[in-house]
């Protein structure tokens, strides 16, 4: 799997859009860009996934740049409830595990 | 869709002493999988189950560790003769088909403390 990299951490204010990067330079074309969060204390939770196009479900957005050397997630409206660790990880679907990294820890701040 | 339960939620237990975990998948999943989180790190992967057939055992999973899901429903990890180095939050998720695609369902997890 391709090796993803994000910020450690970065902070937002709530009511404003979190645009969050991920560098995944070495994925391949059967690769996917899966996003998960973890909020403290809780088991990661599913955010969305994409493979070329960018994506939108009722939680964020995926934009993924054309040459699929990088991403960014975006929470349209962050609430003191999104705070948590954002994990981006690459994988092809075929595959069956997540390969978690150390994520991004995102502080929604009033 | 009461979503995966494990129990307990919290173990702490004394070095080698033998500790089993459990979990309760939703109902019409049939892959299982085990991640490892220690403190700081995302989570790892340890092993995982199409039904009731264990597909794989990540390096991580010492001969210490064993896992079963008897009749492709519930499933427990043991850890025999515990050592201070397995404290860690053991996570369980399940999903409903062989495909990464396929959204993996995680629960609270069990928080494991070897003193």
């Known amino acids: 799997d391709a090796k993803t990299t994000q910020p450690p951490s970065m902070d937002c204010a709530e009511g404003r859009a979190a645009n969050l990067p991920c560098n995944h330079s070495?994925?391949?074309?059967?690769?996917?860009v899966y996003w998960y969060r973890q909020i403290h204390s809780q088991g990661p939770q599913y955010i969305i996934h994409?493979?070329?196009n960018n994506e939108t479900n009722e939680m964020a957005s995926l934009i993924i740049t054309e040459d699929r050397k990088s991403s960014t997630l975006i929470l349209p409206h962050a609430t003191l409830r999104d705070t948590a660790v954002y994990y981006c990880?690459?994988?092809?679907?075929?595959?069956?595990?997540?390969?978690f990294g150390a994520g991004t820890t995102v502080t929604v701040r009033a | 869709d009461t979503g995966v339960s494990q129990d307990p939620r919290h173990k702490i237990t004394k070095r080698g002493q033998n500790v089993t975990f459990r979990c309760d998948p939703i109902?019409?999943?049939?892959?299982l999988y085990w991640y490892r989180q220690t403190l700081g790190q995302g989570p790892e992967f340890l092993t995982y189950?199409?039904?009731?057939?264990?597909?794989?055992k990540s390096r991580l999973l010492s001969d210490r560790f064993s896992a079963e899901r008897p009749k492709g429903s519930f499933s427990t990890l043991e850890i025999q003769r515990t050592e201070q180095g397995d404290s860690a939050m053991y996570l369980c998720?399940?999903?409903?088909?062989?495909?990464?695609?396929?959204?993996?369902?995680f629960g609270p997890g069990t928080r494991l403390t070897v003193l």
């Open positions: 998720a399940s999903s409903r088909d062989r495909v990464l695609t396929d959204t993996q369902y």
């Open positions: 070495t994925i391949s074309g059967n690769e996917y």
């Open positions: 994409g493979l070329k």
């Open positions: 990880i690459a994988g092809r679907s075929n595959d069956y595990k997540l390969s």
């Open positions: 109902s019409e999943h049939n892959r």
């Open positions: 189950f199409q039904n009731e057939a264990q597909l794989e």
